[in-house]
């Protein structure tokens, strides 16, 4: 389980306006901590921080130490607005982490054994990831940083379904308790160019031949 590190100051001026200008003039990030038996509460973040902390995708789905004002909270990002053209962060909600209660998360899936993968090397096949992050439920000690698929035996033609995987201990598959059997990866033959497909390059190609000739 990782630890990230944020720091947060508590905020009073609320109201869709009172995030704009937040954004605007003085640089913050407005975000809402919310859950366990506390009150929710708004709070700003540094826009700088916030961008260092995001280029670690595992902060995506590890625990959080906020420091609002001094004070710590263990976190989960739990929702995240970005702008819709230009992809800056507008609005972040945590989720508080209470120690001996469950919670659920969104977790990476990882591929182990891909170039050594006995579809790929022997067979020829291609991997296809088809699930790129699952739904876990565990105890805050228990949650993993990823959810790791072995593909070192898995041939061309098979798919790996969510009830082949092992979860990490204390872990489990929210999907599975929805009988929600994911496939979440698979390795499928390579595709070859055919002589069909040649065949209908070659009307274009003459085409642009004529038009050079003209």
Do not use: W
């Not at 469950?102 to 990882?110: G, H, S």
């Not at 072995?150 to 009830?163: K, T």
């Amino acid at each position: 389980m990782s630890e990230f590190t944020l720091n947060a100051q508590a905020r009073t001026d609320l109201g869709k306006g009172a995030s704009r200008r937040l954004r605007r003039n003085a640089n913050l990030i407005p975000a809402v901590i919310y859950g366990g038996e506390s009150a929710p509460v708004s709070v700003s973040l540094e826009t700088r921080e916030v961008a260092k902390l995001l280029l670690n995708d595992a902060a995506y789905s590890s625990i959080l130490a906020l420091n609002v004002d001094g004070k710590k909270e263990n976190v989960l990002i739990k929702a995240m607005q970005r702008h819709p053209a230009k992809s800056f962060v507008m609005h972040v909600d945590f989720i508080r982490v209470v120690a001996g209660q469950k919670l659920t998360a969104m977790i990476p899936v990882v591929l182990l054994n891909e170039d050594t993968c006995v579809g790929v090397k022997v067979g020829g096949g291609d991997i296809f990831r088809l699930t790129t992050e699952l739904e876990v439920t565990c105890l805050p000690q228990d949650l993993p940083d990823a959810i790791e698929v072995d593909m070192l035996n898995i041939e061309v033609g098979q798919i790996v379904h969510l009830n082949e995987i092992t979860a990490p201990k204390g872990v489990e598959f929210v999907a599975l308790s929805h009988d929600n059997n994911l496939a979440v990866a698979s390795v499928q033959p390579a595709r070859v160019a055919t002589v069909e497909d040649e065949n209908q390059d070659q009307p274009a190609a003459a085409a642009e031949g004529e038009a050079e000739e003209k």
